[in-house]
């Protein structure tokens, strides 16, 4: 379903199927290698999200303020209306999911916390899904 706004964009309301596909396939392999025992690293790679997270959050917010002060910022500012709801929900969900990951104990024999990596799994990719999506349409923007 595409919608039109005050800035001219047809705003899509889809978040690409591939992010999704791959971040849900990406996702059960690490659930997987987890419950196994074999992602020892796996505190080194939850913190690493979640420093993508963050750095992801201040991007757009420091996109979001700046980005309306001219007109030689249009280009910027529709591609961001356009891929914002991507782009909170895959910061949104990678900071929230390893947040929790770091504050309880990892164990291997708990499904709940092998389901809590493959959802931070799954909104790692899907944020970097995002962001490529969004410098995608950065780049094709005539």
């Known amino acids: 379903?595409?919608?039109?706004?005050n800035l001219g964009c047809n705003c899509s309301c889809g978040c690409g199927t591939a992010g999704t596909?791959?971040?849900?396939?990406?996702?059960?392999?690490?659930?997987?290698?987890?419950?196994?025992g074999l992602t020892p690293l796996?505190?080194?790679?939850?913190?690493?999200?979640f420093s993508i997270g963050i750095a992801s959050l201040a991007f757009v917010l420091i996109l979001a303020?700046?980005?309306g002060c001219?007109?030689?910022c249009c280009s910027v500012e529709?591609?961001?209306?356009?891929?914002?709801?991507?782009?909170?929900?895959?910061?949104?969900?990678t900071i929230l999911t390893t947040l929790a990951l770091v504050?309880?104990?990892?164990?291997?024999?708990?499904?709940?916390?092998?389901i809590i990596v493959a959802l931070a799994t799954f909104f790692l990719i899907f944020l970097i899904s995002s962001i490529v999506?969004?410098?995608?349409?950065?780049?094709?923007r005539q």
């Open 78 to 93: 529709k591609c961001l209306i356009k891929k914002l709801k991507c782009l909170l929900i895959g910061i949104l969900g």
């Open 133 to 140: 999506s969004f410098l995608k349409c950065l780049l094709y």
């Open 103 to 114: 504050s309880i104990s990892l164990e291997i024999s708990s499904i709940v916390v092998t």
């Open 65 to 67: 303020a700046f980005t």
């Open 70 to 72: 001219s007109d030689s």
């Open 42 to 49: 796996i505190l080194s790679g939850i913190w690493v999200a």
């Open 1 to 5: 379903m595409k919608t039109s706004n």
């Open 21 to 36: 596909i791959l971040g849900i396939i990406l996702g059960v392999i690490v659930g997987v290698l987890f419950a196994l």
